[in-house]
């Protein structure tokens, strides 16, 4: 396959920002609100979100959903950010957001949507999880690029899906991990995809650049350690639901760099996910 019509694919994503269920300068506002720096008040922040009653039904059926198991029903968006903090209703929001791309649309049957966002929750836990560990400034922030590390991937199925079963096939054959057959491909990786339309979201390059660089995290120009953390996530994701899965991140040797025991952070990891269970939160974005 040409690079020149991973190139044209690369091209039309930008477009993708109209397919948001509400305006993507909600986002731009809600970042700036929400940043390290702001100090704007809780009501401007849940006036904000509030603004759209449909993304405000949506977020609140995911706060009161079993992923979270909160004791007493959450009403309001200012209760739902008091409970559960401005950044896990931030990265709701962007899932509500992602989840509703797949609305009206046929996916291959061989994706499974539901698996798609066990992993990209499965991600976000550990890499919230290890960013302490491994030295990196933001863990929120990994949560957030956790959940959409693999947009990518959930575009190509979307819009050019015979691609996406050529590339998953080349997996299986070539015996690689799915980046690697996606360079073989087209000479694009889902990263870049991914963060390409998160770009197009005005979201920070706090999130969209570990996104971009999580299957080559040493080539990211000023986003090294979110990048590394966020691909030894995925490895180990992987990992844990898969044990003989291949993958291309050499996990066990970057925390051992980091003096972190592989066998001692697989168990965390397991741990971690039977605790949090990444299906409830699939299950809640289907509902």
């Not at 091209?11 to 702001?38: N, V």
């Not at 649309?105 to 992993?119: A, D, I, L, R, T």
């Not at 991140?249 to 949090?276: I, N, T, Y």
Request: proline share 5%; net charge negative.
């Amino acid at each position: 396959m040409s690079q020149e019509h991973g190139q044209q694919f690369l091209l039309a994503l930008p477009g993708l920002r109209h397919d948001l269920p509400y305006s993507p300068a909600l986002l731009t506002t809600l970042y700036s609100q929400t940043g390290q720096t702001s100090s704007t008040p809780l009501e401007e922040i849940a006036d904000t979100l509030s603004r759209d009653q449909g993304l405000t039904a949506k977020v609140l059926t995911m706060a009161n959903s079993a992923f979270y198991g909160l004791q007493q029903e959450v009403t309001t968006v200012p209760r739902a950010i008091a409970v559960l903090g401005l950044n896990e209703v931030r990265s709701l929001v962007l899932a509500v957001g992602v989840k509703a791309l797949t609305q009206h649309k046929n996916f291959p049957k061989e994706f499974g949507v539901s698996g798609y966002w066990q992993h990209q929750l499965s991600v976000a836990i550990i890499a919230r999880h290890l960013a302490p560990l491994m030295g990196s400034v933001d863990a929120d922030n990994l949560f957030t690029a956790g959940v959409l590390h693999d947009l990518g991937k959930l575009l190509t199925a979307l819009h050019r899906s015979d691609d996406w079963r050529a590339i998953d096939a080349l997996t299986r054959e070539q015996r690689v991990s799915y980046s690697e057959a996606e360079e073989d491909y087209w000479g694009i990786e889902h990263g870049v995809l991914g963060s390409m339309v998160l770009g197009a979201w005005n979201l920070p390059e706090d999130i969209t650049e570990p996104v971009n660089w999580h299957h080559a995290p040493m080539h990211s120009p000023n986003h090294r350690r979110e990048a590394l953390v966020l691909c030894v996530a995925d490895a180990m994701a992987h990992v844990v639901a898969e044990p003989e899965a291949f993958v291309h991140c050499p996990w066990r040797d970057v925390l051992g760099k980091f003096h972190l025991s592989d066998s001692d952070m697989l168990e965390q990891v397991k741990a971690l996910l039977l605790q949090h269970d990444p299906g409830l939160f699939a299950a809640g974005l289907a509902a």
